[in-house]
């Protein structure tokens, strides 16, 4: 009975046997090429770790046979397939290279045993068999064309040495927005030195490189850009290599050049370190000098190969299918049914290994994966970010730490500071002995403000002229001139001056915030004065209020005239002693109204007055009127007397763009030029249409010649209006015409990409709010000599002096008013004269000298009367009886 239940166990036992889905042994195939010794024994290791681990593959042990062939021999690898294929593997790793890859390929393809790949490959169909763990090229694409959108790069240059280079960075090449920027692409010639081509690039003004060589020879083309002087601080260099945190690079982590790349290696993962220590154990190098080996993509790749076949294998254990690996012959072409399950599960699952999740799409590629963003730094690569498909490039670096590490690179270093003579901003000091040398030889606002900044960043610099004395222009070749060719070239590392924030320039270089703000407005010299009139004194007034004037003058002198006689209280008695006289006399003849109104007029008064009631309305009403008029008169008569108006011919930009007597211009290859030929303004592109045709040219090679031309020719000149005000300040015959044309800023620029740009905004900021800034430009804007009065300034003044030119008609009407009372007076002589006989006719010119010897003489204030003598008796026989009065005339007369 006992014998019974013991074959009765050892049955049970056979049946669980026989129903188990994998064998105990396992037998995995590699491939791997000379050179690739590294990769297997990682691949060895990561076998190793499998085995030890009780969650995979509890009851089957994995078994390597490795094979060992050319690089690059399709031939050999054909051969070593088929002798894997004939020792019954479940799958084969491997080989790297794409030639024998491809052979491998075919033939497991045929046989229907999964092909596990960890290289980069450009196709774009997986196939049925395959397995590839690297990321998927267009994935990867993606995230560089990310990260140079990111730095906002505006020109770079692709440097690479395999053909391969350019299918990986296609994604970058065809995104619109990197069309529009300015990209160089250069191929290393295989076998040869970089330096030249580096050099090349260089001298073409691009400062941002994305390398993409080999990952051994990533220091190789450093060391040569180094040593072309193509490595400070305002290089970029991105690398493509994964690899980048396997490269020795202390001989660059303190230069200060950008260098950065891609990680996919996690070391954050679970398994990372442990795999270090049995990585560490088979592979000596781990520990060179004191220095941590990191993982390389292959080898953390071929780790999570080995895990992902494990654990497919797991779970396809865990369906109880029973799973026999047998030995395939090539020449049989009987395929392995297992195959496709296997490959199947090896897509559909996901593990977290040591290049992070390791996950398939739909079509098989490993397109969902993290790349981290590693910089490096004084302290050696850091991890500055990351990558993800689906947020795409996330900076967490430290922004305070790199502004730190900035701050500390620039103490006790010396920058080149290139600079425009232009004053206020930098003059050249006068030196009669020739003792000035260095940065004592300028002075101004903007070397003062240099100054200020290098006190507060505590670094050193050295100033020197600009070669071509320009600011900086683009041609239509691209190429720049000025200071911002200077910095592009490496030959200045900041560009002060009073040189404009321009979206053109901010494309070539960086700029600071502005530490002035500004506009365009137009110098002008000093209008002539306005010639008074002769009879300016009669300008308060229109001409049409003066004949009105006079029009209400005549015409209420007339009413008056009709109402003083229509009323019968006008109509007086002239012999009071007569109470019954015979007639009625009225006062107001008519002129006697009209030097009534004019007296009115002229506020004297007359000896007149009115006694009605109805000619006192009349007269109040005029005296109103009067007052009114005269009141206005008199008050608009001191503005037009005692304030000098100027004729300016022009008024704004307007008024200049409709003529053409006056010729206007700027400063060529400067931000004004600019300004005007971009603008879409219609009054500023008539300008420049006026300015780029006119001959002779209307630019001007400097500002000092620019107002030169002010001064001496009928010219305008449009440019900054700080600097306008310089110049106000000091040339009394120059104004300021018109406002502001735009808005815009002065700034300090540096190198695309200059680590000290920040900072150096930082060190305006300071000043501004400390009041630093307002402070130098009082000091160097304000006049140190005697100003220029308010009258130089504007060519007028609330109370100046009147001269004769002023009031030089009130004296010719004075003339004319006494010599017109001159000619009435000798009209009035001849005329009272003519009715008047004297004794002794004497005639009318005798007569007109006696009484004009009589006046001259002023013998009294009486004189004899003049009676007319009578050749006859009037008709009642009585003589004519003179008056009392006349000494000569005899009283007693008698009848003759």
Same mark, same amino acid.
């Given at each position: 009975?006992?014998?019974?239940?013991i074959?009765?166990?050892?049955?049970?036992?056979?049946?669980?046997?026989?129903c188990?889905?994998?064998?105990?042994?396992?037998?995995?195939?590699?491939?791997?090429?000379?050179?690739?010794?590294v990769?297997?024994?990682?691949?060895?290791t990561a076998?190793?770790r499998?085995?030890s681990?009780?969650a995979?593959l509890?009851?089957s042990?994995l078994?390597a046979?490795?094979e060992?062939?050319?690089?690059?021999?399709?031939?050999?690898?054909s051969?070593?397939?088929?002798?894997?294929?004939?020792?019954?593997?479940?799958?084969?790793?491997?080989?790297q290279?794409?030639e024998?890859?491809?052979t491998v390929?075919?033939?497991?393809?045929?046989m229907?045993?999964?092909?596990v790949?960890?290289?980069?490959?450009?196709?774009?169909?997986? &196939?049925n068999?395959?397995?590839?763990?690297?990321p998927?090229?267009?994935?990867?694409g993606r995230a560089?064309?990310?990260y140079?959108?990111?730095?906002?790069?505006?020109?770079? #240059?692709?440097?690479?040495?395999?053909?391969e280079?350019?299918?990986? !960075?296609?994604?970058?090449?065809?995104?619109p927005?990197i069309?529009?920027?300015?990209?160089?692409?250069?191929?290393?010639v295989?076998?040869?030195?970089?330096?030249k081509?580096?050099?090349?690039?260089g001298?073409?003004?691009i400062?941002?490189f994305?390398?993409?060589?080999?990952? &051994?020879?990533?220091?190789?083309?450093?060391?040569?850009?180094?040593?072309?002087?193509?490595?400070?601080e /305002?290089?970029n260099?991105?690398?493509t290599?994964l690899?980048?945190?396997?490269?020795?690079?202390e001989?660059?982590?303190?230069?200060?050049?950008?260098?950065?790349?891609?990680?996919?290696?996690d070391e954050?993962?679970?398994?990372?370190?442990?795999?270090?220590?049995?990585?560490?154990t088979?592979?000596?190098?781990?520990?060179?000098g004191g220095?941590k080996?990191?993982?390389?993509?292959?080898?953390?790749l071929?780790?999570?190969?080995?895990?992902l076949?494990?654990? #497919?294998?797991?779970d396809?254990?865990g369906?109880?299918?029973?799973i026999?690996i047998?030995?395939i012959?090539c020449?049989a072409?009987?395929?392995?049914p297992?195959?496709?399950?296997?490959?199947n /599960?090896?897509?559909?699952?996901n593990?977290?290994?040591?290049?992070?999740?390791?996950?398939?799409?739909q079509?098989g590629f490993r397109?969902?994966f993290? !790349?981290?963003i590693?910089?490096?730094?004084q302290?050696g690569?850091?991890?500055?970010?990351?990558?993800?498909?689906?947020v795409?490039i996330?900076?967490t670096?430290?922004?305070?730490?790199?502004?730190?590490?900035?701050i500390?690179?620039?103490?006790?270093?010396?920058l080149?500071?290139?600079? !425009?003579?232009?004053a206020? /901003?930098s003059?050249?000091?006068?030196d009669?002995?020739g003792?000035l040398?260095?940065?004592n030889?300028y002075?101004?606002?903007?070397?003062?403000?240099?100054?200020?900044?290098?006190?507060?960043l505590?670094?050193k610099y050295?100033?020197?002229?600009?070669e071509d004395?320009?600011y900086?222009?683009?041609n239509?070749h691209g190429?720049?001139?000025g200071?911002?060719?200077e910095l592009i070239?490496?030959?200045?590392?900041l560009?002060?001056?009073?040189?404009?924030?321009?979206?053109?320039r901010?494309?070539?270089?960086?700029?600071?915030?502005p530490?002035?703000?500004?506009?365009?407005?137009?110098?002008f010299?000093k209008p002539?004065k306005k010639?008074?009139?002769?009879?300016?004194?009669?300008?308060?007034?229109?001409?049409?209020?003066w004949v009105?004037?006079v029009?209400a003058?005549l015409?209420v002198?007339?009413?008056?005239?009709?109402? #003083?006689?229509?009323?019968p209280?006008?109509?007086?008695?002239?012999h009071?002693?007569?109470?019954?006289?015979?007639?009625?006399?009225?006062?107001?003849?008519?002129l006697?109204t009209?030097?009534?109104?004019?007296?009115?007029?002229?506020?004297?008064g007359s000896?007149?007055t009115?006694?009605?009631?109805?000619?006192?309305?009349?007269?109040g009403?005029?005296?109103?009127?009067?007052?009114?008029?005269v009141?206005?008169?008199?008050?608009?008569l001191?503005?037009?007397?005692?304030?000098e108006r100027?004729?300016?011919?022009?008024?704004?930009a307007?008024d !200049?763009?409709?003529?053409?007597?006056?010729?206007y211009?700027?400063?060529?290859?400067?931000?004004?030029q600019?300004?005007?030929?971009e603008?879409?303004?219609?009054?500023?592109?008539?300008?420049?249409?006026?300015?780029e045709?006119?001959r002779?040219?209307?630019?001007?090679?400097s500002?000092?010649?620019?107002?030169?031309r002010v001064?001496n020719?009928?010219?305008?000149?449009?440019?900054e209006?700080?600097t306008?005000e310089y110049?106000v300040?000091r040339k009394?015959?120059?104004i300021?015409?018109?406002?502001?044309?735009?808005?815009?800023?002065?700034?300090?620029?540096?190198?695309?990409?200059?680590?000290y740009?920040?900072?150096l905004?930082s060190?305006?900021?300071?000043?501004q709010?400390?009041?630093?800034?307002?402070m130098?430009?009082?000091r160097?804007?304000k006049r140190?000599?005697?100003p220029?009065t308010?009258e &130089?300034?504007t060519?007028?003044?609330s109370?100046?002096?009147?001269g004769?030119?002023n009031?030089?008609g009130v004296?010719?009407?004075?003339m004319?008013g006494?010599?017109?009372?001159c000619?009435?007076?000798?009209?009035?002589f001849?005329?009272r004269?003519?009715?008047?006989?004297v004794?002794?006719?004497e005639?009318?010119?005798?007569?007109?000298?006696n009484?004009?010897?009589?006046?001259?003489?002023?013998?009294?204030?009486?004189?004899?009367v003049?009676?007319?003598r009578?050749d006859?008796?009037?008709?009642?026989?009585l003589?004519?009886?003179?008056?009392?009065?006349?000494?000569?005339?005899?009283?007693?007369?008698?009848?003759?």
């Amino acid at each position: 009975m006992e014998v019974q239940y013991i074959f009765m166990f050892w049955g049970f036992l056979y049946q669980i046997k026989l129903c188990q889905g994998l064998p105990e042994l396992i037998r995995v195939g590699a491939m791997f090429e000379s050179g690739d010794e590294v990769l297997q024994t990682a691949f060895s290791t990561a076998i190793d770790r499998v085995n030890s681990d009780s969650a995979i593959l509890s009851n089957s042990q994995l078994s390597a046979s490795v094979e060992q062939l050319g690089h690059q021999d399709s031939f050999q690898a054909s051969r070593k397939v088929c002798d894997l294929l004939s020792k019954g593997v479940a799958a084969i790793f491997g080989p790297q290279s794409e030639e024998s890859s491809s052979t491998v390929q075919s033939f497991c393809d045929a046989m229907h045993v999964p092909h596990v790949e960890i290289r980069w490959d450009f196709r774009a169909q997986v &196939e049925n068999h395959s397995v590839n763990l690297f990321p998927h090229t267009t994935s990867l694409g993606r995230a560089y064309r990310d990260y140079i959108k990111e730095k906002n790069w505006k020109s770079f #240059a692709i440097m690479y040495e395999e053909n391969e280079a350019l299918v990986r !960075l296609q994604e970058l090449l065809k995104d619109p927005s990197i069309r529009e920027r300015r990209v160089l692409v250069k191929q290393f010639v295989q076998g040869k030195e970089y330096r030249k081509s580096i050099k090349e690039i260089g001298r073409a003004g691009i400062k941002n490189f994305i390398i993409d060589v080999p990952t &051994e020879k990533i220091q190789m083309v450093l060391k040569h850009a180094q040593q072309v002087d193509m490595m400070s601080e /305002y290089h970029n260099y991105f690398l493509t290599s994964l690899d980048l945190h396997t490269v020795d690079l202390e001989d660059f982590q303190y230069g200060g050049t950008n260098i950065t790349g891609f990680r996919l290696v996690d070391e954050k993962a679970r398994e990372y370190f442990d795999f270090l220590r049995s990585w560490k154990t088979e592979y000596d190098d781990f520990d060179n000098g004191g220095k941590k080996t990191a993982l390389n993509t292959d080898v953390a790749l071929i780790y999570d190969a080995v895990k992902l076949f494990s654990t #497919a294998l797991h779970d396809l254990d865990g369906t109880s299918r029973k799973i026999d690996i047998r030995k395939i012959s090539c020449q049989a072409e009987q395929p392995w049914p297992h195959g496709n399950s296997i490959v199947n /599960y090896m897509r559909m699952i996901n593990i977290n290994g040591l290049t992070g999740n390791v996950k398939f799409d739909q079509y098989g590629f490993r397109s969902d994966f993290n !790349l981290k963003i590693l910089q490096l730094g004084q302290e050696g690569l850091k991890e500055v970010g990351e990558w993800t498909p689906h947020v795409g490039i996330n900076m967490t670096g430290n922004y305070s730490k790199a502004y730190q590490e900035a701050i500390q690179s620039l103490k006790n270093k010396t920058l080149v500071v290139t600079t !425009l003579l232009n004053a206020p /901003y930098s003059i050249l000091k006068k030196d009669d002995n020739g003792v000035l040398v260095g940065n004592n030889r300028y002075e101004g606002y903007c070397i003062d403000l240099i100054h200020e900044i290098s006190k507060i960043l505590e670094f050193k610099y050295m100033i020197k002229e600009v070669e071509d004395k320009t600011y900086g222009k683009r041609n239509e070749h691209g190429e720049w001139n000025g200071m911002i060719r200077e910095l592009i070239d490496g030959k200045a590392d900041l560009a002060i001056g009073d040189l404009t924030i321009t979206y053109e320039r901010e494309e070539a270089v960086d700029f600071t915030m502005p530490f002035m703000n500004l506009g365009i407005s137009i110098l002008f010299k000093k209008p002539t004065k306005k010639v008074p009139k002769l009879f300016s004194f009669l300008s308060p007034l229109s001409l049409e209020v003066w004949v009105y004037m006079v029009t209400a003058f005549l015409g209420v002198s007339i009413f008056l005239f009709i109402v #003083a006689r229509f009323s019968p209280y006008e109509w007086t008695n002239p012999h009071p002693c007569d109470p019954n006289p015979d007639t009625l006399e009225n006062q107001f003849s008519l002129l006697n109204t009209l030097w009534f109104t004019i007296g009115c007029l002229m506020q004297q008064g007359s000896e007149l007055t009115p006694k009605a009631m109805s000619t006192r309305v009349v007269a109040g009403i005029w005296w109103f009127f009067t007052l009114i008029m005269v009141s206005s008169y008199t008050a608009n008569l001191a503005a037009f007397l005692t304030v000098e108006r100027l004729v300016s011919p022009i008024e704004n930009a307007e008024d !200049l763009a409709k003529q053409t007597t006056i010729q206007y211009g700027c400063v060529q290859s400067g931000s004004t030029q600019a300004f005007f030929k971009e603008s879409n303004i219609p009054t500023y592109k008539r300008m420049w249409s006026f300015m780029e045709s006119a001959r002779p040219s209307v630019f001007v090679e400097s500002t000092e010649k620019g107002v030169e031309r002010v001064r001496n020719e009928n010219y305008a000149f449009l440019m900054e209006s700080t600097t306008i005000e310089y110049l106000v300040e000091r040339k009394c015959d120059l104004i300021q015409v018109g406002g502001l044309l735009d808005s815009k800023g002065f700034g300090i620029a540096t190198p695309s990409g200059s680590p000290y740009r920040t900072a150096l905004s930082s060190a305006i900021l300071k000043l501004q709010e400390s009041g630093a800034l307002h402070m130098l430009k009082q000091r160097w804007w304000k006049r140190k000599g005697p100003p220029c009065t308010q009258e &130089e300034k504007t060519g007028s003044g609330s109370a100046s002096e009147l001269g004769l030119d002023n009031v030089g008609g009130v004296f010719v009407v004075l003339m004319a008013g006494l010599g017109f009372a001159c000619i009435i007076s000798v009209c009035e002589f001849i005329w009272r004269s003519r009715k008047v006989a004297v004794e002794e006719r004497e005639p009318l010119c005798v007569e007109l000298c006696n009484e004009l010897k009589f006046a001259i003489t002023c013998g009294g204030s009486t004189k004899p009367v003049k009676k007319a003598r009578e050749d006859h008796q009037p008709e009642n026989g009585l003589p004519f009886m003179p008056l009392a009065g006349f000494d000569n005339v005899d009283s007693k007369a008698t009848v003759s």
